[in-house]
């Protein structure tokens, strides 16, 4: 099953006829079901079924291990799985989506370096993008360094810390946004506390995937480009003390059972 909701996507775009198809960009992911290379081919299909689309503009996949999920793949089974083996054989399906024109662009997600470097040494197509979470409490400056290395594109998840899913979730004391010098920050420049953490990514040539259903939060989040944070005030952002779990989202590092 494709993993996020490619129905309500499909159904939205196609129930408008004010924005032609091409003039909107459509990422989706593989990886809600098992890897594989087979496995890969049907979720995508799947994920154009679902929307009603021929084509997607980036086509990701979610997770660099194998899924506690059945594969018809025997390089991705359960806990026989080899980890690069796996991904190398998801990648080549990813190409040859690409190849036919499915995808105008194939990427990875939660890659960390060893992920990516076992799809170049398939010496095939590279990562258009590698999508991870990035913000002033989890950013992986060496692995955004090495995939600008290697011209793959970084799009940051969860830019602000997912502000709204609160304490009880991620057991910080505070909100990225609340933080006083974040604050601080802001109020020099006259911005808010997500523009200046946006800002400071973007200082860092990094795409951003900010979330909000609120209209004024999304022409607020396109507003970062009319002025530039000092040198100083990036580096005090990036040294700021993390909390004890500064990471929102599961850690790629030890991807389950043992494969890596």
């Known amino acids: 099953e494709p993993l996020f909701r490619s129905a309500g996507v499909g159904q939205a775009i196609n129930s408008q006829t004010a924005v032609a198809r091409d003039e909107i ?4 992911k593989v990886g809600g079901g098992p890897l594989g290379y ?3 081919l049907a979720q995508f299909q799947e994920i154009l079924k679902q929307m009603n689309v021929t084509y997607v503009d980036l086509l990701l996949i979610h997770w660099p291990g194998p899924l506690p999920l059945r594969s018809s793949d025997p390089k991705c089974r359960l806990l ?3 980890g690069r083996e796996c991904r190398q054989s998801s990648w080549l399906a990813m190409e040859a989506i690409f190849k036919s024109g499915g995808a105008k662009a194939i990427g990875v997600s939660n890659f960390e370096q060893n ?3 076992d799809i170049l040494d398939l010496k095939g197509s590279l990562p258009a993008v590698n999508q991870f979470e990035y913000h002033p409490y989890w950013h992986e400056d060496d692995l955004v360094e090495f995939c600008q290395k290697h011209s793959i594109a970084v ?7 997912t502000p709204d899913w609160g304490p ?4 910080w004391n505070s909100t990225i946004l609340e933080l006083p ?3 601080a920050i802001a109020a020099k420049h006259s911005k808010s506390p997500a523009q200046v953490i946006q800002r400071w990514a973007w200082h860092k040539q990094i795409v951003l995937n900010p979330r909000t259903w609120n209209d004024a939060h999304m022409i607020e989040n396109l507003n970062i480009f009319d002025f530039e944070l000092s040198a100083d005030e990036r580096a005090q952002i990036s040294a700021m003390p993390k909390p004890a779990s500064p990471k929102v989202c599961p850690d790629p590092h030890a991807i389950p059972y043992g494969v890596q």
């Not at 960009?25 to 989706?28: G, N």
């Not at 009880?168 to 057991?171: N, Q, Y």
């Open 168 to 171: 009880e979730f991620h057991h």
């Open 25 to 28: 960009f459509i990422t989706s």
């Open 80 to 82: 026989t799985a080899n």
């Open 38 to 40: 087979n496995e890969t």
């Open 181 to 183: 010098l974040i604050k």
């Open 155 to 161: 799009n940051s998840y969860a830019p602000l810390g």
């Open 115 to 117: 992920h990516v470097q």
